[in-house]
């Protein structure tokens, strides 16, 4: 079974512009939710979706947006790049959002905003 | 909301030694617990998880934790440590579609 893909790997965009990051989960997950991981902060979750649904959502501003398609594969949009936005973005899908069922991992799509 | 303290941001053992990595939990409703590790430039790989059925969970490359609720805590061991587990692992606690990680503790194998 193939594993979570992320395109593009990397990525080098400028102050104030737009980004799409895409994920496509493992075949028959329903569950994708999306990571910054940064040096400074580690590991922070920005959102989640269920079947098309946001179901739940980091601590993160409104520049930072999901969505998720019917066939389960998800993309994030972040406007108006700041330098901070710089981070490696992980994506992982699940089974389903219980809690129980284990998160696969992307390997990440690297951002770098100049 | 759950958490999960990851202490010691670095820790470092010599090859064949006891690899130790302390995590402790925080969570008002009985939690699901994972381990996982990551590799340089990779996405995080899972080691173990914990989801009631045993205290003592079993992972991938000789891993093992044990849960322990009276002490909040879910350790990751491996008896002997091989260069090869040079990485940064992270411990995570979940509760339904929340999963949050620890600051992740780096794990350096001297030969």
């Known amino acids: 079974k193939a594993g979570v893909t992320q395109t593009p790997r990397y990525l080098i965009k400028t102050r104030g512009q737009q980004v799409t990051l895409s994920c496509s989960p493992i075949s028959g997950h329903r569950s994708v939710s999306w990571y910054q991981q940064t040096p400074g902060q580690g590991l922070q979750f920005l959102f989640e979706?269920?079947?098309?649904?946001?179901?739940n959502k980091g601590n993160f501003p409104g520049r930072f947006s999901g969505r998720q398609f019917s066939n389960s594969r998800s993309e994030m949009n972040v406007s108006t790049l700041e330098l901070g936005d710089s981070a490696l973005y992980l994506c992982a899908s699940s089974l389903d959002a219980s809690g129980s069922y284990e998160q696969y991992f992307g390997p990440g799509t690297r951002l770098t905003v100049t | 909301a759950q958490s999960v303290t990851q202490l010691g941001s670095h820790v470092s053992v010599s090859e064949g030694a006891l690899v130790l990595l302390r995590c402790n939990y925080s969570?008002?409703?009985?939690?699901?617990l994972f381990w996982y590790v990551q590799y340089p430039n990779q996405g995080l790989q899972l080691l173990l998880k914990y989801t009631s059925a045993a205290t003592l969970v079993k992972g991938i490359n000789g891993f093992e934790a044990e849960f322990k609720k009276s002490e909040t805590s879910f350790h990751l061991t491996k008896p002997s440590a091989h260069m090869s587990d040079a990485a940064e692992y992270f411990c995570?606690?979940?509760?339904?579609?929340?999963?949050?990680f620890g600051a992740g503790t780096r794990l350096t194998v001297k030969p």
């Open positions: 969570s008002s409703v009985p939690p699901y």
């Open positions: 979706y269920f079947s098309e649904t946001q179901r």
């Open positions: 995570a606690v979940s509760v339904i579609n929340d999963m949050r």
